[in-house]
C-alpha cells in the first residue's frame, strides 16, 4: 500500500539529507520533486499544485527559526499538509434509532457488495448492531446469489425479492422486514455501471429522495487513478455523499485517490478495503497514512488488525498468564491461524524499518506454519496443551504420524522456544514496545520464530 508513493517521497526529502539548513535553492528542488512523486502517484493536478505550494511558504516561512534540520522540517511540513489533505470533519459512521439506512454506490466491479458485507459485519461484531443487507443490483443476474454467498459467510441477514424491478419497493420491503425482525441497520447495495449513466443516476437519486438515508457511501476503486476523482464529483452531485470508501489498496495502487478525493469533493474518506476476505476493511486514518507514506510505519494499525481477529479477542491471546507461563503447542495454533488469516506479507507490510517481505519470503514461511500445524495436529491433548518435553520416540512418532521428519519436529520446538523467550523478553512492556522488540524485526530468519 503506496509503496511507490512512499519511496519517492523519501527520495525528495532526501535530497535534503547533506544540507546544513533550508536555502531558496535547495527548497524549490525538493518541493520539484515532491510535485513530481506525487503527480506520478495520479494524484489530481490542481490538488498537487496547491499542496506544493503551501509546503513551499511553510518552508520558507520557517526556515530562519526553526532548530530543526532541513529533512526533519520538511518531512514535519509534508506530515501536517498530507494530513490536512486527507481529513475532513469526523469520518465516523453515522447511526439513528430506530433504524439506520444506508446506501452503498459506485461504478460496477469497484468492490460495493464486498464492502457493504464487511461493513454488516465489522458492524455487528463490534457495534452489536443487527444489520440487514438489501439486495438492489436488479441487473446482473448472478448479483442476489453473490450477496447471499456473503452474507451467509458473514453471517448477516439479506432481503431480496426475486424478479422485482423495482428498487424502492424492494427498499420499502426490507424496511418492514427490519422492522418485524428487530434490524437496526439497513445497508442498501445498489447497482453499478461500467461507466457514470443517467439511468444508474436516476435510480439512486430516486432512493435518495424516497427514503430517509443516513449514510450514502461511495466505493471508488483506487486502482483506477485519475478518473476517480471525476466519478466522485458526479455521485456527489447526484446523491450528496456523506463518505467514501476506498478499495483496493491491497493491490498495485499508487494511492493518489487517497490524497485527491476529500479535496475534491469535501466529503471523508469513512473505510479503506485491503482486499478479499471479509475482514479486510479498515477506518482510515489521515495521520497513519501519513505516517506510512512518509515511512514511518503503522503500527498501530498492526496492532488493531492483529487484534481484530476474533480469536484474539475472544481469547486474549498476549495475555498476562501467557506471558508468564509462556506458550503452548496449542497456542501456537491459534496464532499461526491469526497469521493465515492477516498473512504475514500484510504485518510486514505495516512494520517499520523492515523491508518488505517478498512473496518468496512470505509463501516459506506460510508453508513452515502449516507444517508445523500438521505436526501438532499429531500431538496427543495432552502433548498440546502442557509444557511437557517430548522424547525421541515420542518424537519420531509425531514425525511419523504427521509425515515429517524428526528434524522438523525439532525446528517446531525450537521455534516455541524462541517465541517464549521473546513473550519473556517483553513482559510489562506496551504493545508498540513489544513489537519493536519483536524478532520480526531483526534480520529475519525463518526459524527465528516459526
Ligand atoms: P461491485 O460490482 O461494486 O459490487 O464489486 P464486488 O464487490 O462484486 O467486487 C468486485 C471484485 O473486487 C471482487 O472480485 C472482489 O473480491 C474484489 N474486491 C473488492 N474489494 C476488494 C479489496 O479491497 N481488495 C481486493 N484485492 N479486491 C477487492
Ligand atoms: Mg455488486
Redo the contacts with the bound molecule.
Keep these: 500500500m503506496f509503496e511507490s508513493l512512499k519511496e519517492n517521497m523519501y527520495g525528495a526529502i532526501h535530497t535534503l539529507k547533506g544540507y546544513g539548513k533550508i536555502t531558496d535553492a535547495n527548497v524549490a528542488l525538493t518541493v520539484k520533486e515532491i510535485q513530481r512523486t506525487l503527480m506520478h502517484s495520479d494524484v489530481n493536478y490542481k490538488i498537487v499544485k496547491n499542496f506544493t505550494l503551501r509546503v513551499k511558504d511553510e518552508a520558507m516561512g520557517q526556515k530562519v527559526s526553526s532548530s530543526l534540520k532541513p529533512g526533519e522540517l520538511f518531512t514535519k511540513i509534508v506530515y501536517d499538509n498530507l494530513v490536512k489533505l486527507m481529513s475532513c470533519g469526523d469520518n465516523k459512521l453515522n447511526f439513528i434509532s430506530p433504524t439506520t439506512l444506508m446506501m452503498v454506490v ?11 458485507v464487511k461493513l454488516a459485519k465489522r458492524i455487528a461484531n463490534r457495534d452489536k448492531k443487527k444489520p440487514l443487507l438489501v439486495a438492489c ?1 436488479i441487473y ?1 443476474p448472478a ?1 442476489i446469489e ?1 450477496l447471499r454467498v456473503l452474507c451467509q459467510q458473514a453471517q448477516v441477514d439479506m432481503f431480496y425479492i426475486e424478479n422485482e424491478k423495482n428498487v424502492n419497493k424492494i427498499i420499502e420491503g426490507a424496511l418492514l422486514k427490519s422492522e418485524k425482525d428487530g434490524n437496526n441497520v439497513v445497508i442498501v ?1 445498489t447497482a ?1 455501471r461500467q461507466s457514470v449513466d443517467d439511468e444508474m443516476m436516476y435510480e439512486i437519486k430516486s432512493i435518495r429522495e424516497r427514503f430517509r438515508i443516513t449514510e450514502s457511501l461511495l ?1 471508488l ?1 483506487s486502482m483506477i487513478g485519475q478518473k476517480s476523482v471525476d466519478i466522485a464529483k458526479k455521485f456527489n452531485d447526484t446523491v450528496e455523499l456523506t463518505g467514501v470508501i476506498l ?5 498495485d495502487s499508487k494511492g493518489g485517490v487517497a490524497l485527491s478525493v476529500t479535496a475534491t469533493i469535501g466529503k471523508p474518506i469513512k473505510f ?5 476476505k471479509l475482514d ?2 479498515d477506518v482510515f486514518h489521515p495521520d497513519r497514512i501519513a505516517n506510512r507514506i512518509l515511512g514511518k510505519g503503522d503500527i498501530i494499525s498492526l496492532v488493531e488488525q492483529v487484534q481484530k481477529t476474533q480469536e484474539m479477542d475472544k481469547e486474549g491471546f498476549f495475555n498476562e498468564k501467557r506471558l508468564i507461563n509462556g506458550v503452548t503447542y496449542a497456542d501456537f495454533m491459534k496464532l499461526s491461524k491469526i497469521i493465515s488469516n492477516t498473512g504475514l506479507r500484510k504485518i510486514f507490510e505495516m512494520l517499520p524499518g523492515v523491508d518488505k517481505m517478498n512473496e518468496k519470503m512470505s509463501e516459506d514461511n506460510e508453508k513452515n506454519i502449516k507444517m508445523f500445524t500438521t505436526i501438532i495436529n499429531s500431538m496427543t491433548h495432552k502433548e498440546r496443551v502442557n509444557k511437557c518435553r517430548l522424547d525421541l520416540s515420542r518424537k519420531i512418532r509425531i514425525a511419523k504420524g504427521s509425515g515429517r521428519t524428526v528434524d522438523d519436529v525439532n525446528r517446531l520446538i525450537k521455534s516455541i522456544e524462541n517465541m517464549n523467550r521473546y513473550l519473556k523478553s517483553v513482559k510489562g512492556k506496551s504493545a508498540k514496545e513489544a513489537f519493536k522488540l519483536s524478532p520480526f524485526l531483526k534480520k529475519f530468519d525463518s526459524s527465528d520464530i516459526f
Design positions: 459506485g461504478l460496477q466491479g469497484a468492490g460495493k457488495t464486498t464492502f457493504a443490483d446482473r448479483a453473490q447495495d453499478g466505493v476503486d478499495t483496493k489498496l491491497d493491490g479503506i478495503g485491503t482486499g478479499e479486510d476493511i
